[in-house]
């Protein structure tokens, strides 16, 4: 069986949530360039869903091996796709020697900066500069609208 997304249901309710609560997450199993409904003649996309309602993009990169070719691959799909603003987090970070350049190294290729949340963390953990940056996004939105 398969199970068909109502995409106006679907951005309803992000409404509904926006009108409640200061920020609303919403996490894209799979990545960015991921099918979430597919119609007769088109795909509807995780990009379609973070440009029909987003405010700004948490884009979660691995810290490991493999992490600049996955970052420079997303960042370039983000850049080309999608209208609002991503931040860069590296996920599982250890602060081990292959991490930092990793983390430098996307720094120099995206020109954006990497925060990092490191292994086993809870949300008290993210970096004030982080949670300045979406608090920004949200004041923004508020100053000019």
Do not use: W
């Amino acid at each position: 069986d398969q199970i068909f997304l109502n995409k106006q249901r679907v951005l309803d309710k992000v409404k509904v949530l926006d009108k409640e609560f200061d920020f609303i997450l919403v996490e894209g199993a799979g990545g960015i360039a991921v099918p979430i409904y597919e119609g007769t003649d088109d795909f509807y996309m995780t990009k379609d869903l973070i440009n029909d309602c987003a405010d700004c993009v948490i884009s979660v990169l691995p810290s490991k091996l493999g992490a600049i070719s996955d970052a420079i691959v997303h960042q370039d799909y983000v850049n080309q796709n999608v209208s609002v603003n991503n931040f860069l987090i590296m996920n599982r970070y250890t602060d081990s020697y292959i991490e930092k350049d990793n983390q430098m190294t996307i720094e120099k290729l995206t020109n954006k900066t990497v925060y990092t949340f490191e292994e086993h963390a809870t949300y008290e953990n993210f970096s004030e500069a982080f949670l300045k940056q979406l608090i920004g996004v949200k004041n923004e939105l508020h100053t000019t609208t």
